[in-house]
């Protein structure tokens, strides 16, 4: 008989509340949704089932997964706990955002099925990236210093240094629980554009903004190139590690995500392994697909800087994929044997479109 695995992917499966979701946020969860089914739907034996949302444009699922439409939020989760409890596995791919990643982790728990993510308490602390960072600067990891808002400091001292540690401009505005690059901004000092977008003590406000400044950290900014890499964590606790990858995001201070290319030309694999490895040992509980975004400092190209934790699934698997010997998914669920191979490089954008290099 085979067995059952259920994706779930939050924004386009359902699960997003009234409204359209972001652009950005529907573009790269169609292509990591689309990217796995097929991947998934190749591996003998193994049966795969999903679920779309009426409200927007249907993908052409790959042959073989069995989609259910749900026509809104509620019918969702209801649907979710059923193909949960059903499912020989559950693969959830959800954002950070207000704890709907660890809360769809749970619901998997909770429906007595097996989610191929981390633990609920690993997902919560990379989940809040002003935690997060001083939980790992604590224990010796590279990664910004992290401060929360604070509007007597910032307006005090606008246009000179900012933030209890003074750090100086330009820095980085974002929310504690943000996914996708959504409601960032760099500030004080644009990649082509102007030294400073609004007013500091009027960002919030920004309608493109968003934010309530209790949700917000602020964090220094650190010149170099944005990056990323993808481990594979296993059940047994055993890494694999992905060749790193560029980031390609966008000059206009909002730091949109367009897109990478893998491999990183010039970063030190090595370097980024062991960055990566005292992460995963410093944070029990993270399993299946976790990507990892850091940046290479100008002043010192072979001391990776950790930015970020994601502990799921990332749009880079759409390059990933491209450029593996074998199937990348079939890793993700059954194993580290054989370990994926990759081949020659490829150029992809955040829609899930692959460039291959002529």
């Known amino acids: ?169 330009p820095v980085v505005v974002k929310p504690r629980d943000g996914a996708g690059s959504q409601q960032t901004r760099r500030v004080g000092g644009f990649i082509g554009g102007p030294s400073v977008p609004v007013a500091w003590t009027e960002l919030p406000q920004d309608p493109e903004f968003g ?42 201070g909002r730091l949109s995500y367009l897109g990478g290319a893998i491999p990183a030309e010039g970063v030190s694999a090595a370097a980024v392994d062991s960055l990566v490895r005292s992460v995963l040992a410093r944070i029990p509980g993270l399993r299946g697909w976790v990507g990892f975004d850091f940046v290479v400092p100008e002043d010192a190209p072979e001391e990776p800087v950790l930015i970020e934790i994601n502990p799921r699934l990332t749009t880079s698997y759409v390059g990933y994929r491209t450029i593996c010997r074998g199937n990348l998914a079939r890793s993700l669920v059954f194993g580290a044997a054989p370990a994926p191979i990759f081949d020659g490089s490829i150029t992809f954008s955040s829609d899930g479109t692959a460039i291959l290099p002529e």
């Open 211 to 252: 934010q309530p400044r209790e949700n917000l950290l602020v964090q220094p900014w650190i010149a170099g190139r944005a990056c990323s890499v993808a481990a594979i964590v296993h059940a047994d606790g055993t890494a694999t590690i992905l060749p790193p990858a560029e980031q390609r995001l966008s000059a206009d």
């Open 1 to 169: 008989m085979a067995e059952r695995i259920f994706v779930s992917e939050f924004v386009c499966g359902g699960g997003w509340p009234e409204g359209r979701p972001p652009e950005s946020l529907e573009r790269e969860g169609r292509a990591m949704l689309l990217a796995v089914l097929a991947d998934l739907a190749a591996v003998p034996g193994l049966r795969v089932v999903t679920t779309g949302d009426h409200r927007l444009a249907r993908p052409l699922f790959p042959a073989g997964v069995e989609a259910v439409e749900v026509d809104s939020p509620q019918a969702e989760i209801r649907t979710f706990a059923d193909l949960a409890a059903e499912a020989t596995w559950t693969l959830v791919i959800a954002p950070e955002t207000a704890g709907i990643l660890s809360a769809r982790v749970q619901a998997v728990h909770t429906a007595g099925g097996i989610a191929l993510n981390g633990s609920v308490e690993s997902i919560e602390l990379c989940g809040d990236k002003l935690r997060l960072a001083g939980f790992l600067r604590q224990r010796g990891i590279r990664t910004p210093a992290a401060a929360p808002w604070d509007d007597e400091v910032v307006g005090e001292l606008e246009g000179l240094r900012v933030g209890p540690n003074r750090w100086p401009w």
